[in-house]
């Protein structure tokens, strides 16, 4: 741990919380007003429909400048959009919904860009130990984001949550600019192939990345009809959902404590195997003890799965691409999200939970095989880093 690394965990923790929160935030935000529940689900939406537009948008910029003023730029209008919410929360639902899109996207290229500010920092011997770090931080602030928006919203006021990320966002996008800017160099000549076609090579890790989200995304979104059709408590899914994230919280932690065998390639897919056979157990294990245990194991065998394809991305592709390719992660996630989202709703209308959450790990499973091929033969592309790399394998 050094002072830029601290100063680096300040702006991690700043642009990621108000991520965390948003969605739930304008749900809150929303419930009360004549729109209710259903505005509130729209603004959700909008909000994450922003952030997978933005993030390869504004994600490929980043390797053609300056990062740092374009990453604090970001934030701070990103900070604008959240505090004008509960400050417009009466105002015309397109008012609403187009400020919640601007909300998610004018910061969405700042995980790629952050988590590459990262790397720059430590030696490559270190980077699967430093995108571990990065790992824990994440799923700490998703395991907290959800119970402090719920006690901000009902104890202080509906638009605390929001105030409080777009506080966060600004002090992000004020701390960023002290962090060193990462220098990267650019192939030039015959060797310089367009970024969109360089970033396009790297989809075998992006598809899987997005299997993965999708997996889990069964298992989450249809937890509590999971729990309801078992006689259990739909209150259990929040403590569930908070020991999830905990769980991989320690996963990532654990992860870089040491050197593991193996390429990172094959690490994410045996992670990924043993993923998915935790979240088999959710189906089959019975009560609640049972969905606990499944869920807790997949938690911590998910995060490997995300560092690891961290790693591979980075193996993949140019130095140059990074940034670019991570936003472009990002945004594929979301849409995998998104998809998951809304098969589990015709799954649940059409077969048991039990049978929907194996439905999307099959489904997940032949994803994973068909970018497992793709990826097999590919040849890391040349970049400036240390040909040593390559044996230490690591990322999301």
């Not at 002072?3 to 749900?27: C, F, G, I, N, T």
């Not at 998910?302 to 394809?309: E, F, I, K, L």
Request: glycine content about 10%; some cysteine; proline content about 7%.
């Amino acid at each position: 741990m050094t002072r830029e690394l601290l100063l680096w965990a300040l702006v991690a923790l700043a642009s990621k919380a108000p991520v965390a929160m948003a969605p739930l935030a304008v749900v809150f935000l929303s419930r009360e007003s004549q729109g209710g529940y259903t505005l509130g689900a729209i603004l959700a939406s909008a909000y994450v429909l922003g952030e997978v537009v933005g993030a390869p948008l504004l994600g490929t910029r980043l390797g053609r400048g300056r990062m740092r003023p374009q990453l604090s730029a970001g934030l701070m209008v990103g900070a604008l959009a959240f505090c004008a919410l509960p400050l417009a929360a009466s105002a015309p639902s397109p008012v609403l919904i187009a400020l919640a899109f601007l909300a998610g996207a004018a910061p969405a290229a700042c995980p790629g860009g952050v988590r590459v500010m990262l790397t720059r920092l430590v030696a490559d011997d270190a980077v699967p130990r430093a995108l571990s770090a990065e790992a824990t931080l994440t799923q700490i602030t998703w395991a907290a984001a959800p119970g402090l928006v719920v006690l901000l919203s009902l104890q202080v006021h509906p638009g605390a949550p929001l105030i409080l990320g777009a506080l966060l966002a600004a002090a992000g996008a004020l701390l960023v600019l002290r962090l060193p800017e990462p220098r990267v160099t650019e192939p030039t000549g015959r060797t310089a192939a367009p970024m969109t076609r360089t970033l396009l090579s790297g989809w075998p890790v992006y598809l899987t990345s997005a299997a993965a989200m999708a997996m889990l995304a069964t298992a989450e979104l249809v937890l509590p009809a999971l729990l309801e059709d078992r006689n259990v408590a739909v209150g259990w899914s929040g403590p569930l959902l908070a020991g999830f994230a905990l769980a991989s919280a320690a996963g990532a932690f654990c992860y870089g404590l040491r050197n593991w065998p193996g390429s990172v390639r094959v690490q994410s897919l045996v992670f990924l195997a043993v993923t998915a056979g935790c979240v088999c157990l959710v189906a089959f294990l019975p009560g609640l003890p049972g969905i606990a245990a499944g869920l807790l194991l997949a938690g911590v065998f998910q995060s490997g799965v995300m560092v690891t394809r961290n790693l591979s991305l980075r193996e993949r592709l140019p130095e140059h691409a990074h940034a670019a390719a991570y936003s472009v992660m990002y945004a594929v996630q979301g849409v995998g999200y998104s998809l998951t989202a809304s098969l589990s709703a015709v799954a649940l209308n059409l077969a048991t939970p039990s049978v929907a959450i194996l439905g999307g790990v099959a489904l997940t499973l032949l994803i994973t095989a068909v970018s497992a091929v793709a990826e097999r033969p590919s040849v890391p592309r040349a970049s400036t880093e240390s040909p040593a790399f390559a044996e230490a394998d690591h990322g999301p």
